[in-house]
């Protein structure tokens, strides 16, 4: 990602934060949310190693991908604890089930595997039935589900 993509990435983010807004009360959204996104995304990239990657298509930035690089617990087996965690993935809704997620999935591999680990790890909120579709075509499977309670 080139500094002067930054004003198509945060049009991404305003997206995809808003889609996950529709999905959750939990979360938040709107241009502040999709530049927090952004500036904790560079972040971590930057303290763990990771990396921001665009997609392009016609000369436009259309798909972002943020990755940091992590490590699991001792409750993994040592040789899957190394790993990288795509903290953000989104396609311009235009471009949505062009193979561009794929595109990106594939370099979050790529990425993985230049790294030397064996794993990708991500998350993803209940109830985005295309996104896990999408996953799961990748060939991702569940491992674990994340869960939370808001106290009063």
Do not use: W
């Not at 990657?53 to 991908?65: I, K, T």
């Not at 993985?112 to 990708?120: E, I, N």
Request: charged share 25%.
């Amino acid at each position: 990602m080139a500094e002067a993509d930054r004003p198509a990435v945060l049009a991404l983010l305003l997206e995809l934060t808003a889609h996950e807004a529709s999905l959750s009360p939990e979360r938040g959204t709107g241009a502040e949310v999709a530049a927090a996104c952004l500036a904790d995304d560079s972040e971590k990239a930057v303290e763990t190693g990771g990396a921001l990657m665009v997609a392009e298509s016609e000369g436009r930035v259309v798909g972002y991908l943020a990755l940091q690089l992590g490590r699991t617990g001792p409750f993994v087996h040592e040789h899957l604890r190394d790993h990288v965690y795509i903290e953000n993935i989104v396609v311009g809704a235009a471009q949505r089930g062009t193979g561009i997620g794929q595109i990106l999935l594939a370099e979050a591999e790529r990425f993985a595997r230049a790294t030397g680990r064996k794993v990708l790890h991500l998350g993803v909120l209940a109830g985005n039935d295309l996104a896990l579709k999408a996953y799961r075509r990748a060939g991702f499977e569940t491992a674990s589900l994340d869960m939370m309670k808001v106290l009063d």
